[in-house]
């Protein structure tokens, strides 16, 4: 009826949120959403931390800010990130409405429609939707234990090189797979990177949620080892390390590039929330962020040992395999090809259970012989019943 | 260097914003920028408000919300707008990151590049930027006291009719020029997007700021008198009537429409700041706004009359005039057609005090023999020196 736009006459809800619809019965156990558990935010250090700051910041955090971030959280930003090994100094910082406002500023600076953007399969569905709302074409590389396989990966940048404006990678507790890319793989991608010169784009929410202080050293963002090789826009947020309710990212960027973000960022919503991000910096300012990640990662690492545990006991061999995480909050099952997971949800959702079926994470929308069980959200003491109604649906269906 | 997309190719930061560097310096007397005094935040009160809520609501702020907005504030932003005699009822209403993204998402879901946006003359630099970045041609339609010049929007309207998709207007107070519509502009407007069918998008951020009670009946939006008429999506913002800090504003638009609307924010931030949704549904639903903006009127009352005394005594009248605003932040001065405000900004500067040249609110960027003074934000007992700064250099340039 009405005359709209190019992109928003494409623009439809997908049948992934229909089917997620079926599952907002809040008796059924769900391991579908990527967030947080509501009981782990730290509520009570941020009201006390807001609490006591002098009234002019208080007043400071209901105004305006700059486009950029407001100033002393860009500079408890930068002290964190260069203690994560980041190059705060030959790069430039804004912040961003949550990380998938970054994906959105760098698919709008450097896509046009008809542009290439190579992204993993599987893919987190958020950057996927952000690239598609910029008329990208996606080539989705498949990923495996230890990351992206790097001979698709070749072929890849090699098909249509002028068009391929972005390569976007979440090489760290992957949503929704899971894994973190091996030393050696990252040394491979960057190798293709520095050799194509595409700009990457790092997407690292999950970084700070490592299970095992051995684990740590794979963190280490490209970013802080590849930055002279090829151009890196660098995605960070807070969402895992203080809640998406918050609704800050940021971007770490060769200063020219930030600028370009900044212009776009100015016309979409004049400035983040100046009031949480006087939060945010109360909260790295006051060091509130370590003890707080320190007390988060046991309890998402209890909750994958629960999710591994049931699924090794209940779920069949043949055929189907799932990722071991060693951080993050995902686990990806990968049934045998014949099977369809929308069955699979469909049976599981009889029995009381919910997850994300695993053609949401294909940027073509199509295979859907996987889905992606989150452990971060579920109440614990319900994981394993939820995982064993999951493995009798499959079972069924076998 | 770098492969940008085509818009962002366009990107530059603008020389008015260069220009405006040069008057962040704080010892200036600055009626720069269009937003409220940081004294008059209702700090207390919210952080009151915040500290009393339920457990569960305070960990709800940390957490994702539905795309749409946290379905409390909607529920308490209906009940307002229904007071205000919006038809909430046969419309679907939305929560922003603040009105500039509300412009921003009904650009993106309108205009294509080389459509047409109708505007004001002048108008807000914000929409402006947010029509550009989706690639719109600009119509600006000259206002004078009354509103828009009737037969200039006719012809506008006529000219290319196919192409011109959206209707900007803001009629309450508007920035930078300070008037509002009389009830025959508003009726005479009407009737021609009655006639034409064309989408209004009608931003009206300033209602609750007049300054008597009187001109209450003027503030009434044409969403509450002409929906059934054409096609309306209004418009509306916290940003005056809480802080701009809290980056909260809303669509109210047909279903179809909003629902675009809200696909279109899905990949741009997912959802606005749950945290300061859950403090603005508390203002609400606690019933501060109305006491908080009663506060309020007075106080730019008073600096407005302030402003306009010393204009009247120190501006002189050959071939100069200026609006004398019934409410909002903004004075607009018109020069006559020879002068440069940029001069005057120049010479001003030198004596330390600062304003935004017209130039910045011409949709081609061009005419410069207005500017805008805000009397929002500079200190009340600084205002009449820094006005007559400015006309003794608008006497000294004649």
Redesign the interface.
Known sequence: ????????QS???SAIRELMKLAADPSIISFA?G??N??L???EI??EL??SLP??E????????PTPGYPPLLEALKEYLRSRGLPVDTNELMVT??A??AI?IIS?????TG?TVITEYPCFI?AV??F???GANIAGVPIDNDGMDCDQFRTALSRDTKRV?LVYLSPYFHNPAGIIYSQERKDAVAALLAEHQV?LLEDDPYCELYFDEADKPLTTPLKATADSRF?ICYVGSF?KI??????LGYILA?P??T??CA??K???????????Q??AKAFLAENQLAPYVEKLRPVYKRRADIMLNALDEHMPREGISWTRPKGGFYVWVTLPEHMDSTDVFKKSLEKGTAFVVGSAFDPQGVKNNCFRLAFSHTPEERIAEGVEKVAHAVKELL
Chains 1, 2 share one sequence.
Request: positive net charge; contains cysteine.
């Open positions: 009826m009405y005359n709209y736009s190019t992109s928003a623009m439809r809800s959403g967030m947080p509501n009981q935010f730290p509520c941020v009201e807001y609490h009234l002019a208080k007043q400071a955090a209901f105004q305006y800010g409405s949550g998938m406002q959105s709008k600076v450097f896509v046009d542009d958020g939707a952000a598609k709302s910029h404006k700009v151009p969402s203080m809640g998406p309710g918050m609704r060769p020219e590039i600028e370009k212009l776009a100015q016309s979409m919503d004049s400035c983040s929330a100046t009031y949480t006087v939060l």
